[in-house]
């Protein structure tokens, strides 16, 4: 008979029961993330209870802060009240700049002082160190108290003693301390300034905060007071100064006056000046008349040896008025001639007459002019003498007045510096009143948009925060332990695993049955308390029946790798199962931890399968009947009987069993008898199932399979590791065991259905669960 696995279960059977693996096993499945973190959520779930308890625990312990805030408004440089601008405040603006310094100036330690002082926090009992509760670690007093209360000489280069805290370290640390729980932050992109306090006492936050910006504007003010006041005492020592000097320029200019015999007429003339200036004057009119009296003297020079009809047209004689007259004259009896010569004769005595005249006029008119160019040439004599003399005069007074000129300039510069002083002087004196008038105006640059209260909820620690905070960290901290626990997991929790490690047809998943004895699990299937369990015993049941019809597998090894995994439970169940078809036998082959007498309540000296190899007992006297169910329990577990099993060898017919206390145990299972007997038992019965001892701890199992027909092997999920079950199945396929395939055993399958593994459509898709 052919033993290997390919003659009971063929390939094809892997191939139908997961089709898709291969094509789902290189992509990332997401809902297996998820079913890993739904398997594992009560773990999570206690996980996150444990961690938000423990931080409830701490932030009980922790002193809650509670949090004064004022807002305070950095008012706008205003443009100033009166026509002239102070002195003191010349550089303020709300720049950014000057915001940020304001920000600063308010965490800044003088003000800090200001407020401990002005609140005494030193003595208060929520700030003073001194009235704070000590902490429970004390490892310098504990040592103290071990040693007796004598510091060891190394004790005390490692924990020196401190010296007591004087006033000032007290005013220190109360002050440092105030600054770190003190914030100030712009309120969006305005010019509001907010003021936060963190104290344990809500009254005392709120009034630290508002003493901290009155502090602040009463800075301001003292700053602008004592800026005023510098501003005026400067003011006053200069003011003196130009006083001084003011009066010293006056007494220079005054003194030079009186040295050069100088007398101020309209600020810079003198009164050389002003005869310089006359003389001057004149000198021009001279010169101004002289050359009218030469241009008319020319004029009438060149006209002279003319006629007399183009000298009485020199204007200067033209406009001549008695020149004018005899030229009227003249033009008269000239007009009367010669009408009177067109009408008579040149005897007539009328035209006779009236030459004449004619000529009378014009010998009257050549005296006038000649009198008037006379006249011209005297005027022009005269202008040139008087230009003479005045041009005598100024040339004697030239040195004179070059020296009156340097007078005048140093005259000038003695008024300019009178001028410059007494300027510089009325200036000084006009802004120091208005110094000392407006010292107090405008000073205060901020102002209290909204008072501090006492805060009823403390600010920290925010205990909900912090649990969420905590709540969610744990989460996430529990389901990537859960990932690495199902990573670092190496067991078998799906039938996939089993069949894609073990390469070998998954059977049956049995699943977990709780709050059940040993003695119930063994009659779980013939009781029908878990419909469930039953149905996958009655599947497993159907694949044994369904290889049966091919080649028949009378004797059934049930094994497995480790102690506690349930192939007793699925032994006793799969022959529970076969009794209502056929006649079974359940034998206990587990020499070493036999359970049938246990859980069917055998006696437990009662002879069993040991005792019928060894030739002790008769097999009819060892089967024991439970129903429809015959059963062949381990036998006795009498010192007799240890020692048999333990004898290096079997006992000849007729040998006494006490000289063979030495034989191995395995010497029975190998022995002729147990192929013997297990002929015998065929005869009787259709199927044999043998409860074998773990594969993995001794050799029985191997011996075992070698008798049977098939190999039912039992992996308990979650618990038995993939690498030991490959060992012990290599052990059997190398032995040409004939094993037919492996059971899933105490799979819990609520975890299962909601967790996804394919093993929950293994069975048949309906609800067993008890009504």
């Known amino acids: 008979m052919d033993n290997s696995p390919s003659t009971y279960v063929e390939r094809p059977l892997q191939a139908h029961l997961h089709p898709q693996h291969s094509e789902e096993s290189d992509t990332l499945d997401l809902l297996k993330l998820w079913r890993v973190i739904w398997h594992a959520k009560w773990n999570i779930a206690w996980w996150v209870a444990f961690c938000c308890a423990l931080a409830f625990a701490v932030l009980s312990f922790i002193t809650p802060q509670y949090m004064g805030t004022t807002t305070l408004l950095i008012k706008e440089k205003t443009p100033p009240v009166m026509s002239f601008q102070q002195v003191t405040d010349s550089g303020a603006t709300t720049t950014p700049d000057y915001l940020q310094t304001q920000q600063a100036l308010l965490q800044s330690r003088d003000l800090a002082e200001r407020v401990v002082k002005k609140l005494k926090l030193t003595t208060h009992p929520a700030t003073d160190p001194r009235q704070q509760a000590q902490s429970w670690f004390t490892p310098r007093q504990w040592l103290t108290?071990?040693?007796?209360?004598?510091?060891?000489?190394?004790?005390?280069?490692?924990?020196?003693?401190?010296?007591?805290?004087?006033?000032?370290?007290?005013?220190?640390?109360?002050?440092?301390?105030?600054?770190?729980?003190?914030?100030?932050?712009?309120?969006?992109?305005?010019?509001?300034?907010?003021?936060?306090?963190e104290l344990p006492d809500p009254a005392l936050a709120a009034?630290?905060?508002?003493?901290?910006?009155?502090?602040?504007?009463?800075?301001?003010?003292?700053?602008?007071?004592?800026?005023?006041?510098?501003?005026?005492?400067?003011?006053?020592?200069?003011?003196?100064?130009?006083?001084?000097?003011?009066?010293?320029?006056?007494?220079?200019?005054?003194?030079?006056?009186?040295?050069?015999?100088?007398?101020?007429?309209?600020?810079?003339?003198?009164?050389?000046?002003?005869?310089?200036?006359?003389?001057?004057?004149?000198?021009?009119?001279?010169?101004?008349?002289?050359?009218?009296?030469?241009?008319?003297?020319?004029?009438?020079?060149?006209?002279?040896?003319?006629?007399?009809?183009?000298?009485?047209?020199?204007?200067?004689?033209l406009s001549n008025p008695l020149v004018q007259q005899f030229q009227a004259e003249v033009a008269k009896a000239q007009a009367k001639v010669e009408e009177l010569s067109g009408r008579y004769g040149a005897?007539?005595?009328?035209?006779?007459?009236?030459?004449?005249?004619?000529?009378?006029?014009?010998?009257?008119?050549?005296?006038?002019?000649?009198?008037?160019?006379?006249?011209?040439?005297?005027?022009?004599?005269?202008?040139?003498?008087?230009?003479?003399?005045?041009?005598?005069?100024?040339?004697?007074?030239?040195?004179?007045i070059q020296n009156i000129s340097r007078k005048e300039f140093q005259l000038r510069e003695f008024q300019r510096e009178v001028d410059s002083t007494r300027a510089l002087y009325e200036t000084f004196v006009t802004r120091y009143k208005e110094t000392a008038a407006t010292s107090d105006m405008d000073s205060a640059k901020a102002r209290v948009v909204d008072t501090a209260i006492?805060?009823?909820?403390?600010?920290?620690?925010?205990?909900?925060?912090?649990?969420?905070?905590?709540?969610?960290?744990?989460?996430?901290?529990?389901?990537?332990?859960?990932?690495?626990?199902?990573?670092?997991?190496?067991t078998f929790k799906s039938d996939e695993t089993i069949e894609s490690t073990l390469n070998v047809p998954l059977l049956s998943v049995i699943p977990l049955v709780t709050r059940k004895s040993r003695r119930q699990l063994a009659r779980l299937f013939e009781d029908n308390d878990h419909p469930r369990f039953s149905e996958t015993i009655r599947n497993l049941r159907t694949w044994l029946m369904l290889q049966s019809t091919e080649e028949p597998s009378q004797v059934v090894l049930v094994t497995s790798t480790v102690p506690g995994e349930g192939k007793s439970t699925i032994a006793n169940n799969l022959a529970c199962s076969l009794t209502s078809l056929e006649r079974v036998l359940l034998i206990d082959a587990d020499l070493r931890q036999p359970t049938l007498s246990l859980n069917f309540d055998f006696p437990s000296e009662s002879p069993g399968f040991a005792n019928v190899i060894a030739g002790t007992a008769r097999l009819e006297d060892c089967i024991r009947t439970v129903g429809n169910l015959d059963m062949l329990p381990a036998g006795s577990v009498s010192p007799t009987s240890s020692d048999l099993f333990n004898s290096p060898r079997l006992?000849?017919?007729?040998?006494?069993?006490?000289?063979?206390?030495?034989?191995?145990?395995?010497?029975?299972?190998?022995?002729?008898?147990?192929?013997?007997?297990?002929?015998?038992?065929?005869?009787?019965?259709?199927?044999?199932?043998?409860?074998?001892?773990?594969?993995?701890?001794?050799?029985?199992?191997?011996?075992?399979?070698?008798?049977?027909?098939?190999?039912?092997?039992?992996?308990?999920?979650?618990?038995?590791?993939?690498?030991?079950?490959?060992?012990?199945?290599?052990?059997?396929?190398?032995?040409?065991?004939?094993?037919?395939?492996?059971?899933?055993?105490?799979?819990?399958?609520?975890?299962?259905?909601?967790?996804?593994?394919?093993?929950?459509?293994?069975?048949?898709?309906y609800d067993f669960a008890p009504r």
């Open 347 to 400: 005897k007539h005595p009328a035209l006779i007459s009236a030459q004449s005249e004619l000529r009378t006029a014009q010998t009257s008119l050549r005296l006038q002019v000649q009198q008037v160019v006379a006249g011209i040439e005297r005027q022009y004599q005269l202008a040139v003498a008087s230009e003479g003399a005045l041009q005598k005069s100024f040339n004697s007074n030239k040195a004179q």
């Open 454 to 490: 006492a805060p009823i909820e403390p600010s920290k620690p925010r205990k909900n925060l912090i649990l969420a905070i905590v709540a969610v960290v744990a989460a996430i901290i529990g389901v990537g332990m859960a990932f690495l626990f199902d990573t670092l997991s190496n």
């Open 651 to 765: 006992p000849s017919p007729g040998e006494p069993i006490d000289s063979l206390r030495q034989a191995p145990a395995q010497d029975l299972l190998s022995s002729p008898r147990m192929a013997r007997m297990l002929e015998v038992l065929k005869s009787r019965y259709r199927h044999i199932i043998i409860d074998s001892p773990p594969a993995e701890l001794v050799s029985d199992a191997l011996l075992l399979a070698k008798h049977s027909d098939a190999v039912i092997y039992v992996v308990k999920a979650e618990s038995t590791p993939i690498s030991q079950v490959q060992k012990s199945l290599a052990m059997l396929q190398q032995s040409h065991a004939p094993v037919f395939g492996v059971v899933l055993n105490q799979v819990d399958m609520r975890k299962a259905r909601k967790y996804g593994h394919g093993h929950s459509k293994s069975f048949y898709d």
């Open 207 to 317: 009034a630290a905060a508002n003493a901290l910006a009155q502090a602040y504007m009463d800075s301001q003010l003292d700053t602008s007071l004592k800026s005023s006041q510098n501003t005026t005492s400067w003011m006053n020592t200069r003011l003196g100064e130009l006083r001084n000097n003011l009066r010293d320029a006056e007494n220079k200019l005054q003194a030079y006056r009186e040295e050069q015999g100088l007398v101020d007429v309209d600020g810079v003339a003198t009164i050389s000046a002003n005869e310089l200036q006359m003389t001057g004057n004149r000198m021009i009119d001279a010169r101004r008349d002289r050359a009218e009296a030469e241009s008319q003297y020319r004029q009438a020079q060149a006209l002279s040896n003319g006629d007399m009809s183009r000298l009485s047209s020199v204007p200067a004689v």
């Open 145 to 197: 108290d071990l040693n007796g209360g004598q510091w060891l000489p190394w004790l005390a280069l490692l924990l020196p003693e401190k010296p007591a805290p004087t006033e000032e370290d007290i005013f220190n640390d109360v002050v440092q301390n105030f600054m770190l729980h003190t914030t100030v932050k712009f309120v969006g992109k305005s010019q509001l300034l907010e003021i936060d306090v």
